[in-house]
């Protein structure tokens, strides 16, 4: 093949992208949410205060476990008042380093496919959050061996997109970032003059949703990662 296909280079998203990550995150807080009733608060409403302490902590501390943990603390010790209990604090806390240990579960077909582009394409990794965090899971993946280059930022917006662009010398019109997140993955890569491939997942986190925005750029939207062998 190499030689009879242009070699792209194609970024691709990591966190519900290669493998599961929200659902975690989504169980942990469905148990939060149970812990608050008793409280008198509904769940929506509970879940309300976690979104915007979420995105106040993301904002000054960045993504990640502990950020997370943070704002469970924060939006436990509100709704408590002064019936909050320090056990609690802890079996929250218990629950979030559990969450930072659960080894990541690869999503069906990613090997194989990440084998077959590999073969046939630059491809790097490009995902945002805590650094060491993030490491740690793309090494206990086991995915790396697949990758020219991984990458980690706190955020992934237009400024970084056009940054790594760079620093890769990635030729636009044959770049592509692929992922399942709008916010985060498609809108910036796409207004970054890139390429995009949109993958839903069910599950994907509150804070990432965004309607997807023309660009520069072309825009497939497959419902697998593995169709992207029928594309590249
Ligand atoms: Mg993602």
């Known amino acids: 093949m190499p030689g009879t296909m242009p070699r792209e280079t194609i970024l691709i998203d990591a966190d519900d992208t290669l493998w599961e990550n929200n659902v975690y995150f989504e169980q942990t807080i469905e148990e939060f949410l149970t812990l608050l009733e008793p409280f008198g608060y509904p769940r929506e409403y509970a879940r309300h205060i976690l979104n915007e302490t979420e995105r106040r902590n993301i904002r000054q501390h960045g993504y990640g476990v502990r950020s997370f943990g943070r704002s469970l603390e924060e939006t436990y010790m509100k709704l408590a008042g002064h019936l909050a209990e320090r056990k609690t604090v802890g079996n929250i806390h218990d ?127 497959l419902t697998s990662f593995r169709a992207l062998r029928e594309h590249f």
């Not at 790396?144 to 990458?151: L, R």
């Not at 003059?193 to 520069?216: C, D, K, M, Q, Y």
């Open 95 to 221: 629950r979030v380093q559990e969450l930072e240990c659960t080894p990541p579960n690869v999503l069906e077909g990613v090997i194989e496919t990440l084998d077959y582009l590999a073969g046939r394409h630059r491809l790097i990794l490009f995902t945002k959050g805590e650094a060491a965090e993030q490491a740690a899971k793309v090494e206990r993946s086991g995915l790396q061996i697949h990758f020219d280059a991984i990458e980690i930022v706190p955020e992934k917006d237009v400024a970084t997109y056009r940054a790594l662009v760079n620093r890769h010398h990635v030729v636009k019109s044959r770049g592509w970032m692929v992922g399942n997140s709008p916010r985060s993955d498609i809108n910036p890569a796409l207004e970054a003059g890139l390429n995009a491939v949109f993958i839903p997942h069910h599950a994907t986190w509150a804070l990432e949703h965004e309607e997807v925005r023309s660009g520069a750029g072309r825009l497939l939207i």
